[in-house]
């Protein structure tokens, strides 16, 4: 028997399992994110499309809506050639490219300031709150759902698994604006124990993020608990379970690790919509971050803040789902290959 | 040097109005250095037992002593306890993994072993690797397998093979106790006996305590000091293989006996 074929063998499994290239930007590494980056590429070049197109459909004089009925004729006239609304669609479209590689955006027609101040001021208390929901809502629906799946694996406790199925899909169907109003009569109107809306202290904070992230973390923890249940079926579990392997040790190291990617594949596109319901939540709380300026801006035909915002929005949801898939390829080099 | 001890053994299934007790207050003692015989037709609960006794069920009431520690229940150090009772499973085409070597399995329960002695004793000197793969040749020829063949993978081997394969897989391991479940009864008879025998004269050279899980009267009564005869996940009689297969008391036990089926007697009439 040659012993260095033995040696061989012994390691064979592991070759088996995929391998992406050594090098994190050589290879099957270098083909995912080039393929990656083409795809973000086209999904920018749609979104500004879109937004330049969408706000131009909605019917309605969006100068006559900023200067008022009492303006004259000529000065309507006037203004809309200052601002390049008279030249053909095609000429403003190429404008609003140039604008944009230039970092301008052009100026509201109402607040009268360029777009991009407007962001800048409005932009850092729509991450907070978006920020905190998502951290909160992971902290919370992972070890929910890992509870749960603990509990009920192989059948244990029927009626704990059928009240915690049946809350946890009420609550995720709720939309998020109903949990706002709800939480407001609650805490803010019935017990006086948190301030209403507005952005004040740190207890403001606490209202918006919980309507933001409870809808999450019912839904997540739901994705969590199912998938924790698949791999705590898995052989290598029960192996676990035989060396006496402390429980803590098997749901920490062995089971975590393993419902972590597609939990996380399913948090990306939660995350979307948790970025989207900034917008409601915002509005209900008065919250004086993005939400309320796109709602202000479509209202008014304020069509470069209108643009502006829905780019930043989508840029947003675009650099989430971007961070997710590459770290799933961190995780489990097989998502990558997957994708071909 | 061992002795396996079951205690009021129960293991459940399934919860709720759903839940099925397979054991059900089992009390079996295995003495060091015996070959004791577990009879009894499927779903007796026979293998659930010696499953427990390794760890892949979980008993739902009772103890399972190696030598007097609760294996079932070790917490810290006592662990490892565990790792000196092994088992050979009854279906020798799944119980290998086809994508390892025979060698690679086999070396696998080596390394355990070796990091096993180096936690029972500061001063024990690990085998090199060298010693490793040479001590997988030993152990194949210790079942009377070709020792060049380590490199080769179980698809090339025969049913008998791979049984005689897990067993040095499980000898590896230096046990005290091996659990053997019903590791011929997917062997033809020519190939049983060189099984059987080779169980014998390895459990006589190590000393090892077993526990002989099987259906076959026959079989056992060759095998075996004493026979334990289970139904429903109950012991109904247990004795010295001679006492039992001569003198059965239980009713169920006579029967078991008489089916076994004679050559010249007809099965019916």
């Given at each position: 028997m040659s012993e260095t074929k033995l040696r061989e063998e012994a390691t064979s499994p592991k070759s088996l399992a995929p391998k992406l290239g050594k090098s994190p930007w050589g290879g099957q590494w270098g083909a995912f994110l080039a393929r990656r980056l083409g795809r973000l590429g086209i999904s920018i070049v749609v979104l500004v499309t879109v937004s330049f197109l969408m706000i131009r459909l909605i019917p309605g004089d969006p100068v006559r809506n900023a200067l008022g009925i009492m303006a004259s004729q000529d000065v309507v006239e006037a203004r809309r050639e200052a601002l390049g609304l008279n030249l053909p669609l095609w000429e403003q479209y190429l404008r609003f490219w140039q604008g944009l590689f230039t970092g301008n955006l052009g100026d509201s027609f109402t607040l009268q300031m360029p777009v991009t101040t407007v962001i800048g001021q409005r932009l850092p208390a729509t991450l907070e709150i978006a920020f905190m929901a998502l951290v909160f809502m992971l902290a919370c629906a992972i070890p929910i759902g890992m509870i749960a799946a603990a509990l009920t694996r192989g059948g244990r406790r029927r009626g704990l698994e059928l009240g915690y199925t049946g809350v946890s899909g009420f609550i995720a169907v709720i939309p998020e604006f109903l949990i706002g109003v709800g939480l407001i009569y609650v805490f803010a109107v019935q017990f006086h124990l948190l301030p209403v809306a507005g952005r004040s202290g740190p207890d403001s904070y606490i209202l918006p993020v919980l309507a933001l992230s409870i809808g999450g973390i019912a839904g997540v923890s739901r994705i969590v608990r199912a998938e924790a249940l698949t791999v705590l079926g898995q052989d290598y579990i029960r192996t676990a379970r035989a060396k006496r392997m402390s429980s803590w040790r098997i749901y920490m190291r062995h089971a975590l690790p393993n419902l972590l990617t597609s939990s996380l594949t399913i948090g990306g596109l939660v995350l979307g919509g948790l970025i989207a319901g900034t917008v409601l939540v915002e509005f209900i709380f008065s919250w004086p971050g993005l939400g309320m300026t796109i709602v202000a801006s479509i209202k008014d035909k304020d069509f470069p803040l209108a643009q502006g915002v829905i780019i930043v929005y989508g840029l947003m949801v675009l650099l989430v789902t971007l961070i997710v898939d590459i770290l799933l390829v961190l995780l489990d080099p097989r998502s990558a290959l997957k994708e071909n | 040097m061992s002795t396996l001890e079951f205690r009021d053994l129960w293991v459940r299934f399934g919860?709720?109005?759903?839940?099925?007790?397979?054991?059900?207050g089992v009390n079996l003692t295995v003495a060091s250095g015996k070959v004791v015989g577990l009879v009894g037709e499927s779903g007796s609960g026979k293998s659930t037992i010696a499953r427990t006794a390794v760890g892949l069920s979980e008993p739902h009431h009772g103890q399972i002593l190696l030598d007097g520690v609760d294996v079932a229940h070790a917490k810290g150090s006592a662990v490892h306890a565990r790792q000196r009772i092994q088992m050979v499973f009854q279906d020798p085409y799944s119980c290998l993994d086809p994508r390892m070597s025979i060698g690679a399995s086999i070396r696998e329960a080596i390394d355990v072993t070796e990091k096993r002695k180096r936690r029972e004793s500061a001063n024990y000197q690990p085998l090199s690797r060298a010693a490793r793969d040479a001590r997988v040749g030993e152990l194949l020829a210790l079942v009377e397998l070709d020792p060049a063949r380590a490199s080769a993978f179980p698809g090339g081997f025969s049913g008998g093979q791979r049984q005689r394969v897990a067993l040095a897989r499980a000898l590896a391991a230096e046990p005290d106790v091996l659990l053997a479940d019903e590791i011929t009864s997917a062997l033809d008879v020519s190939v049983q006996g060189t099984v059987l025998n080779l169980l014998l004269d390895l459990q006589k050279q190590l000393n090892l305590t077993v526990l002989f899980i099987s259906h076959n009267l026959a079989v056992v009564s060759r095998v075996c000091d004493e026979i334990v005869v289970m139904n429903r996940g109950e012991i109904i009689e247990h004795g010295p293989t001679s006492q039992v297969i001569d003198n059965p008391q239980d009713p169920y036990t006579q029967e078991l006996i008489e089916a076994v089926p004679q050559i010249g007697v007809p099965l019916f009439g």
């Open positions: - | 919860s709720g109005h759903t839940a099925f007790d397979a054991v059900r």
